[in-house]
Protein backbone atom coordinates (compact mmCIF):
# COMPACT_ATOMS: atom_id res chain seq x y z
CA UNK A 1 0.00 0.00 0.00
CA UNK A 2 1.08 3.30 -0.52
CA UNK A 3 2.05 5.82 2.54
CA UNK A 4 1.88 9.57 2.97
CA UNK A 5 2.90 11.43 6.03
CA UNK A 6 0.71 15.10 7.20
CA UNK A 7 2.49 17.39 9.21
CA UNK A 8 0.77 19.70 11.38
CA UNK A 9 1.95 22.60 13.23
CA UNK A 10 0.54 24.16 15.93
CA UNK A 11 -2.40 22.55 16.42
CA UNK A 12 -4.56 23.62 20.19
CA UNK A 13 -5.87 20.55 20.92
CA UNK A 14 -5.70 16.55 20.43
CA UNK A 15 -9.46 16.80 19.59
CA UNK A 16 -8.96 19.08 16.92
CA UNK A 17 -6.31 16.54 15.70
CA UNK A 18 -9.27 14.12 15.35
CA UNK A 19 -11.09 16.60 13.56
CA UNK A 20 -8.54 16.71 11.22
CA UNK A 21 -8.70 13.11 10.54
CA UNK A 22 -11.68 12.71 9.99
CA UNK A 23 -11.77 15.47 7.31
CA UNK A 24 -9.11 13.54 5.71
CA UNK A 25 -10.82 10.36 5.95
CA UNK A 26 -14.01 12.26 4.55
CA UNK A 27 -12.19 13.21 1.58
CA UNK A 28 -10.38 10.19 0.86
CA UNK A 29 -13.54 7.83 0.94
CA UNK A 30 -15.32 10.66 -0.82
CA UNK A 31 -12.57 10.16 -3.45
CA UNK A 32 -12.37 6.90 -4.46
CA UNK A 33 -16.48 6.94 -4.30
CA UNK A 34 -16.22 9.27 -6.77
CA UNK A 35 -13.89 7.25 -9.22
CA UNK A 36 -15.67 3.92 -8.49
CA UNK A 37 -12.62 2.31 -7.22
CA UNK A 38 -12.68 -1.58 -8.56
CA UNK A 39 -11.10 -2.49 -5.10
CA UNK A 40 -11.98 -2.02 -1.43
CA UNK A 41 -9.38 0.99 -0.63
CA UNK A 42 -9.03 1.62 3.36
CA UNK A 43 -7.13 4.76 5.38
CA UNK A 44 -5.88 3.84 8.56
CA UNK A 45 -3.84 6.92 10.17
CA UNK A 46 -1.45 6.47 12.95
CA UNK A 47 -0.65 9.48 14.87
CA UNK A 48 1.83 10.41 17.38
CA UNK A 49 2.25 13.90 18.90
CA UNK A 50 5.42 16.19 20.06
CA UNK A 51 6.32 16.36 22.33
CA UNK A 52 4.89 13.80 24.57
CA UNK A 53 5.71 11.12 22.07
CA UNK A 54 8.92 12.45 20.95
CA UNK A 55 10.74 15.77 19.90
CA UNK A 56 12.67 14.70 16.83
CA UNK A 57 11.49 14.04 13.47
CA UNK A 58 12.56 10.43 13.72
CA UNK A 59 10.99 9.45 16.62
CA UNK A 60 7.34 10.88 15.61
CA UNK A 61 7.52 9.12 12.45
CA UNK A 62 8.48 5.75 14.24
CA UNK A 63 5.95 6.06 16.39
CA UNK A 64 3.06 7.06 14.12
CA UNK A 65 4.10 4.40 11.91
CA UNK A 66 3.88 1.56 15.28
CA UNK A 67 0.37 3.31 15.68
CA UNK A 68 -0.89 3.15 11.87
CA UNK A 69 0.33 -0.31 12.06
CA UNK A 70 -2.01 -0.75 15.06
CA UNK A 71 -4.85 0.47 13.26
CA UNK A 72 -4.48 -1.92 10.55
CA UNK A 73 -4.58 -4.79 13.08
CA UNK A 74 -7.82 -2.89 14.63
CA UNK A 75 -9.29 -3.60 11.72
CA UNK A 76 -8.52 -1.00 9.45
CA UNK A 77 -10.19 2.67 8.04
CA UNK A 78 -9.61 4.10 11.71
CA UNK A 79 -7.16 5.91 12.96
CA UNK A 80 -4.95 5.11 16.39
CA UNK A 81 -3.00 7.89 18.63
CA UNK A 82 0.74 6.42 19.36
CA UNK A 83 0.28 5.29 23.46
CA UNK A 84 4.00 4.28 24.87
Not at 4 to 26: A, C, G, Q, Y
Not at 34 to 53: F, L, N, W, Y
Request: glycine letters at 4%; a neutral charge; hydrophobic letters at 40%.
Amino acid sequence: GDEFMVLMRNIPSVVSVENKVNELMTAFETLMQKHKAERKVTCSIGISIAPQDGTSFHALYEYADQAMYEAKTQGKNRFVFYHK
